[in-house]
């Protein structure tokens, strides 16, 4: 497990979200995104606080990374979201590494 903070859970669940929203996945995606989608917004309930942290798998974090990795490539983001996603893919991919070293997983 790995300390996450709720504002970027927050931003993990928006841009999972929008990607859906575009069809972003292809079929056989779907149930695996949408499990991730549905562990990430349980720790949305009750939040009082984007600073609180909760626990994560590390698992769920590399998938995030991976789903951002290839969704940025099949579906154009905006121009102004590129800081925004880019920081949450270093944020987590930096508490991966921390945690075990390796970085990459396949979506």
Known sequence: MVAVKIGDVKVAVEL?????KRA???????????GLFGRLAKFLEGAESADAEVDASLTDLKYVVSVINVCSQRTP???QNFRLVADLVDKFTQLTQEDDGE????L
């Open 77 to 79: 983001v905006e121009v």
């Open 103 to 106: 970085q990459k997983t396949e």
């Open 16 to 20: 999972l979200t929008l990607f859906a």
């Open 24 to 34: 972003s996945f292809q079929l056989p995606e779907y149930e695996q995104v949408g």
